[in-house]
């Protein structure tokens, strides 16, 4: 089965076609990152507008690559939620036109769903398994008893990680989208400043506005004495403690789950301190740990292309009155 696959929630627009929910056979993911790094931040505005201007020819660009035609497409899913409206109704307009134009089944994918099966596209999921949620939109644990069935063990109070990482970024002058600059020179400093590991409790929620409140009081206080800031130790100080908390409650779900299978999802998956601390907790206690190639951890159409597939087998299906959702649980 091929799915021709529609993203466009927040700063990139994406097509992809995937055969089995497994095999990618081509991917156009066209990023806006510059535009928006002029203003610090994405501006939905300018993102609805530049989608609307890309979306034809990446589609065209996608379906080229692939040697495939519209008539070999067996079903066209899209990304109906969350994100940034504007962005999203260009995608979902666009799926829409083509299932009505090419008669094909229009399957509803909620983003996250995506992300989570980023993962099947290295191998296929195996359940019962717990999946961290780590993006800039969402941090979550997520327990998945078999294929497209999301129960959500905890959640983030407040800021979600990437979104942390972005704001702590900017405190230390870094341009954005600041996460993974945060940690290529977290690798490069050393953990010496007192951040405290944020809701560090017995439940599987998150906090991280309080450390992101404790960075920008650092630095403020630092420059009030005279003080040098070391960005590269704010850095890994910072993402100590981020990757500490993060590490310390999933493996207490896989354990009280009695869960082997470990899959991580969203952008901050792409995160190396994380990574390397999960590779280290996982070889420890026997946990299977699938991480998304880096390509797929950051938005993608192969991705909604993936979750797709699983989605149409659960029966999910749209009509033309799909409307696309800022807010919505994963479901
Ligand atoms: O999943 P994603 O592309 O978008 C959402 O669905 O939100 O995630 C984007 C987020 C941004 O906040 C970005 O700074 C963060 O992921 N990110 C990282 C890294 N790469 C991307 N954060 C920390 N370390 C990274 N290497
Ligand atoms: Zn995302």
Do not use: W
């Amino acid at each position: 089965m091929y799915i021709l696959a529609i993203e466009s929630s927040c700063d990139e627009t994406s097509a992809s076609i995937i055969k089995n929910g497994r095999e990618e056979i081509s991917t156009v993911v066209l990023s806006q990152m510059d535009t928006h790094a002029n203003f610090g931040g994405v501006v939905p505005e300018i993102a609805s507008r530049m989608h609307i201007e890309n979306i034809t020819m990446v589609l065209e660009e996608c379906l080229d690559k692939s040697g495939l035609t519209m008539d070999d497409i067996d079903a066209i899913a899209v990304t109906y939620a969350p994100g940034l409206i504007g962005s999203l109704l260009v995608g979902l307009m666009a799926a829409k036109t083509l299932a009505f134009v090419y008669d094909k089944p229009l399957i509803p994918v909620h983003h996250i769903a995506g992300h989570i099966y980023a993962n099947n596209l290295v191998k296929p999921l195996e359940f019962p398994l717990i999946s961290l949620v780590v993006s800039g939109g969402h941090t979550e644990l997520v327990y998945m008893k078999e294929n497209y069935s999301f129960e959500k063990l905890g959640g983030t109070l407040d800021d979600a990680v990437g979104e942390a990482y972005d704001k702590v970024a900017r405190v230390i002058g870094l341009p954005y989208p600041g996460g993974p600059r945060v940690d290529k020179l977290a690798a490069e400093g050393q953990d010496v400043y007192d951040l405290p590991v944020p809701l560090n409790d017995d439940s599987y929620d998150f906090s991280f506005s309080g450390l992101k409140s404790a960075v920008v009081n650092l630095v403020h206080n630092e420059k009030q004495r005279g003080n040098e800031v070391i960005p590269e130790n704010v850095a890994s100080s910072f993402q100590n403690r981020v990757t500490e908390i993060l590490v310390k409650k999933t493996m207490k779900a896989l354990k009280e789950y009695d869960v082997h299978n470990l899959i991580v999802a969203g952008g901050v998956a792409a995160n190396k301190g994380l990574r390397a601390k999960l590779i280290s907790e996982c070889e420890k206690c026997g946990v299977d740990l699938t991480l998304p190639e880096i390509k797929y951890c950051t938005d993608n159409a192969a991705m909604i292309g993936a979750a797709g597939y699983y989605a149409y087998q659960k029966g999910r299906r749209a009509s033309f009155d799909l409307n696309a959702k800022a807010n919505e649980e994963l479901k």
